[in-house]
Every structure is written in structure tokens, then in C-alpha cells.
């Protein structure tokens, strides 16, 4: 980062996988050099569904840059590319895919709890 500000086109960054399920991630924090906010690319493929979890104390903002769905408390909702979804800590969430198409979504967390590796506040639920 220089000068107070950073550029990242978010294909030069790997994807990874969540650590608790299949889908690619691009970890968007440190190329950014993000200190008050967590930022991941997330890829959803026709089919995968996300891992439902909470955050302790963690608001997430999510940016729909395709269109694409999102389970709120089990609940699935349409949102159109462009869209904006905000969750509070803790309403269970979960990205999904119920389409034929990628979705690409933005993911913003914060205040930053735990480290990019370690999500620290992420919770799933037991059944």
C-alpha cells in the first residue's frame, strides 16, 4: 500500500477454498492492506451452497456482482447484481446457488475479528 490507498484487480489474487466447504474464495484483506475491514471474493458454482454460520460481533455486508442468492435464517433471497445485503452478527447466513450460473460475490466484514487465515468469530451452528 502506498501513499494511503491500494489497487487490486482480484483475478491476480488465488483462489483458496473456505474452510468449511468447497467454495473459492480470493482473500481480498492483505493485498489490499486492509486494517479495519475483512474483504473476500467469493465464487459460488451452480449448486454449491455456502456453510450457514454467525459471526460474534462481526456485521458482514455483502455486494452481489452477478446476481445471486443468499439463505438468511434459511430463508433464500434473490438479489440482483448490484444488489447490497448488510447481516448483523448474528442471523445465520449463507451464500448459494441454485442457478445455472457463477455467482461472484463481495464480502465485507468488520470490525476485523480474528486474522485472514483464522475467521476467529465465525460460528456454525451444531445440529
Known amino acids: ?9 482480484p483475478d491476480d489474487v488465488p483462489t483458496e477454498q473456505f474452510q468449511t466447504c468447497e ?3 480470493r482473500k481480498l484483506t492483505e493485498p489490499l492492506g486492509c486494517t479495519e475491514l475483512r474483504l473476500n471474493q467469493v465464487l459460488v458454482e451452480p449448486g454449491e451452497v ?6 460474534e460481533g462481526q456485521e458482514e ?3 452481489s456482482m452477478t446476481g445471486g442468492q443468499i439463505s438468511l435464517a434459511g430463508e433464500v433471497h434473490d438479489v440482483s447484481a448490484g444488489g447490497i445485503v448488510r447481516v448483523a452478527p448474528e442471523m445465520v447466513r449463507n ?3 441454485h442457478t445455472d450460473e457463477t455467482h461472484v460475490w463481495l464480502a465485507f ?6 486474522t485472514v487465515d483464522d475467521f476467529g468469530s465465525y460460528v456454525v451452528e451444531e445440529d
Not at 1 to 9: D, K, R, Y
Not at 50 to 55: A, S, V
Open 61 to 63: 455486508v455483502f455486494v
Open 50 to 55: 455456502t456453510t450457514p454460520h454467525t459471526h
Open 23 to 25: 467454495t473459492a474464495v
Open 95 to 97: 451464500l448459494c446457488n
Open 1 to 9: 500500500m502506498t501513499n494511503g490507498f491500494s489497487i487490486v484487480a
Open 109 to 114: 466484514g468488520a470490525p476485523p475479528v480474528g
